[in-house]
C-alpha cells in the first residue's frame, strides 16, 4: 500500500473539481451519498462549493486523504448543530475512490475525523449509512454503536429504496469515563 496524507481541505483551484470527481465516482458505482445517478458535474461542484463554504465559515471540516497530489478519499466532520448539541458532531460523506477501497484510507479518515472533533471539544459523534452497501463494517471496527435501522429512508442512486443504519460514538473525556 501506498502512504496517503489527510489535510483538511479549502476551496483552492483543482481541490473543488477532485472532490466533484470523487463524488460522481461514488455515486456511479452505487454510493449513497444523497445524490442520484446519473449525478451532473455542475451539480458537484455546486455542492462541494457550498460545502468548503462552510468549512471558511469553521461549520465544519472537511478532510481529504491524497497520494501525492491525487485526492483519493474525503470525509466531512459537521460542527454547527443546533445550540442543544454544542457536544456532539457529525460524520458525512465519506468517499474513498473505488479503486483504493479496503486500504485503511476510510479508516485513517475517520481517526483523523474523530482527532479533528474531540480538538473542537466534541464528546459524541453520529452519522448514518445506507443499510444495503453501507460502511456498516467500518464504522463498527471503529467502535461506533447501531441505535437502529429506519426502512427505506432514501432512493439508491440507480433506483430503489434503502433504509438507513443510525451509528454513535462517545470520544475524548466522554469515551474515557
Known amino acids: 500500500m501506498s502512504q ?8 483552492e483551484p483543482g481541490i473543488r473539481n477532485a472532490l466533484s470527481e470523487l463524488l460522481i465516482e461514488t455515486v456511479a458505482s452505487g454510493g449513497s451519498v444523497s445524490f442520484m445517478h446519473p449525478l451532473a458535474p455542475e451539480d458537484a461542484d455546486a ?16 478532510l481529504g486523504a491524497f497520494d501525492g ?19 456532539r458532531a457529525e460524520i458525512a ?12 484510507v476510510a479508516t485513517a ?16 459523534l453520529v452519522l448514518d449509512t445506507a443499510e444495503e452497501d453501507g ?3 467500518l464504522y463498527e471496527r471503529l467502535g461506533f454503536q447501531l441505535t437502529g435501522l429506519i426502512p427505506d429512508y432514501a432512493l ?13 460514538k462517545r470520544i475524548g473525556a466522554a469515551a474515557a469515563a
Open 135 to 137: 460502511a456498516a463494517p
Open 156 to 168: 439508491k442512486p440507480h433506483g430503489g429504496l434503502t433504509g438507513t443504519l443510525i451509528y454513535w
Open 69 to 87: 497530489n491525487d485526492l483519493i478519499g474525503t470525509v466531512t466532520l459537521q460542527l454547527k448543530l443546533p445550540p442543544n448539541q454544542p457536544h
Open 4 to 11: 496517503f496524507s489527510i489535510k483538511p481541505l479549502t476551496d
Open 47 to 62: 455542492f462541494w462549493r457550498d460545502s468548503l463554504s462552510a468549512a471558511a465559515r469553521s461549520e465544519r471540516v472537511v
Open 93 to 104: 460523506k465519506m468517499m474513498t475512490r473505488v479503486a483504493r477501497r479496503g486500504r485503511g
Open 109 to 124: 479518515l475517520m481517526r483523523a475525523a474523530e482527532q479533528l472533533a474531540i480538538a473542537h471539544g466534541r464528546t459524541l
